[in-house]
């Protein structure tokens, strides 16, 4: 049985994916709250991820913060907090960029790789302004995801890396939302069957979980 890793492991959408795997590999989770992993922190991130030996046929990064605690997505220029900012940062395209650095060398030939973006984290797609730093973040993590796909595509001639939207999914991350939400199961399925889909000509994309193509 080929090997699965998904950090962030424990949220909602985290666990539906591991659970999914587990049926076809052997699966390795990692998350903050059940095993410390700081994905910001380099030293949590080297503690944590140089263990592992793999090899990787999947790797699905599901971390991401939608503000630090106390803070809320900003509506306004005005409610820009520098130092809230920089910790959404830290998490979303930092923690991403540090352990696609920690694993890339442990992932077979073909492997697939899925980090978890968000679809406001599209500039084309920004029609309503705001949640600067939220936006910021996963358009940075998606750069992120692009240039790591043309990196491992030249010794993984098979290999997939591609940012995921899994969606509006029924979580605490999404409490207060009226949009129609996904199960988590629902979500998983639906991003796992996109990735197992996906040909190394398409490394590098941003697609969600309908396997539709997001504009950059």
């Known amino acids: 049985m080929e090997n699965a890793l998904v950090i962030g492991a424990s ?6 994916l591991a659970d999914a795997l587990a049926a076809t590999y052997h699966v390795a989770r990692l ?32 971390t991401g ?5 106390g803070h809320t997505p900003e509506k306004s220029l005005d409610a ?6 920089a910790r959404t940062f830290a998490v979303n395209a ?45 358009a940075a993590a998606n750069q992120i995801v692009h240039g790591a796909a043309i990196e491992i595509g030249r010794r993984r001639k098979g ?8 969606g509006t999914v029924e979580t605490p991350f999404t409490e207060g939302y009226t949009a129609k939400k996904l199960a988590p199961a629902d979500s998983a399925a639906r991003l796992l069957d996109v990735l197992d889909g996906l040909t190394p000509r398409q ?14």
Do not use: C
């Open 11 to 16: 949220g909602g959408i985290g666990a539906a």
């Open 31 to 62: 998350s903050r709250s059940h095993d410390g992993l700081d994905v910001a922190d380099p030293a949590s991130v080297a503690a944590h991820l140089d263990p592992l030996a793999g090899p990787f046929a999947r790797l699905m990064i599901a």
């Open 65 to 69: 913060i939608l503000a630090p605690d």
């Open 80 to 85: 820009i907090d520098a130092d809230a900012m």
């Open 94 to 138: 930092i923690g991403p960029a540090l352990a696609l650095q920690a694993v890339a060398g442990k992932l077979t030939d073909d492997a697939k790789v899925g980090v978890l973006t968000a679809r406001v984290g599209s500039i084309g797609d920004n029609r309503m302004g705001g949640w600067y730093s939220y936006r910021a973040s996963k």
């Open 159 to 166: 290999a997939v890396v591609v940012a995921l939207h899994p």
């Open 203 to 216: 490394s590098g994309g941003f697609f969600d979980y309908a396997g539709e193509a997001i504009e950059w």
